[in-house]
């Protein structure tokens, strides 16, 4: 039976991605350092859930710490990683970049070291929509060119992306990088606009809309891009960089009617200047995921929108 090393499986993506692979009755070691970004207990609920399976093991563990790592690589066989621990949030990045370069970059080589060592059959990355910076031509193609991230957060996941290449080059280690795109859905990150707005529309308090509503998000529904992921671990390809996103960006004017629709009120909205890390469209070509992964997301945003709010209500 196969062992799968999710790094930040305690987190939105990595817990449904661990759920997922549990179910399919894989072995699932998951290390995470349960990160303050957003409430741990978020994080504490999502690994109760995963307790539930037999095959699953939990690390507390900070990616940076090399030899603590390593524990793990020699108590456990690990034949797959789904390296999905990282400090996320574009915005929180300007005020601590050191930190998101510490763990998005020190921490992803940390692993690939390991992988290296420990000759793992695939090493499945997640990168981010946020490497392709500022652009107006869409959709995102995978060898578009990326050097102008405008964050630090683009900045280290484009930096971890060319160490993965670098250990596929040099080690012959396969390794995927998935940059999604705008991910959202039940156990979805607090910072984030979904779960924000919907917090707060349903409290009846008013939600700030940065820039005029016309910027562009791809979003993406947790179970499409977990499907991805999944599909990604049972390749070997040497590298690969492919995009995983719906390719139907709505502004953020028509995310708001829809959760106007999806919670039956109103939205107050505040203006604000968009922030200066912000880019203003993403738009992912999903060609290759769809020739390599047989990539198909199938949610739309009405309906993924009412499964995270049906989530919400429940959980909060
Ligand atoms: N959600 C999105 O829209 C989105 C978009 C693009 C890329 N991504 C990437 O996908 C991955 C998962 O994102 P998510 O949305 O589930 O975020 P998340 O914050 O819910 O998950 C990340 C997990 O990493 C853990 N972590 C942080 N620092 C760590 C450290 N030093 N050591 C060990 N664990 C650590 C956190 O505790 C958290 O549980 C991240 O790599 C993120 O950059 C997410």
Redesign the pocket.
Known sequence: METVLV????????SHLAECLLKKGKRVVV?????S??D?AQ?KNNIKILEAYPGFKFYK????DFNGLARVFERHKIDKIA??????GVRASLQNPKEYEE??VG?TLNLLELAKAHKVKCFVF?????VYGVRTKAPFKEEDLVDKPISP?AAS?RSAELFCYVYATLYKLNVICL??????GPRG?PD?APYKFTQLILAGEPITRYGDGSSKRDYTYVSDIVAGVEAALQKQLGFEIINLGNSTPVTLNEFIATLERVTGKRAKIVEQPMPKADVPLTCADITKAKRLLNFKPTTSLDKGLKLFVEWYTKNK
């Open positions: 790094t930040g499986g305690a987190g939105f993506i990595g290390v995470d350092n349960l990160d970004y957003y741990p994080k563990q900070d990616i940076r390296h999905l621990a990282a400090k996320c763990v998005n921490g997640g990168s981010s929509s946020s957060y996941k940059r999604f795109f705008t991910v959202y990150r984030m």
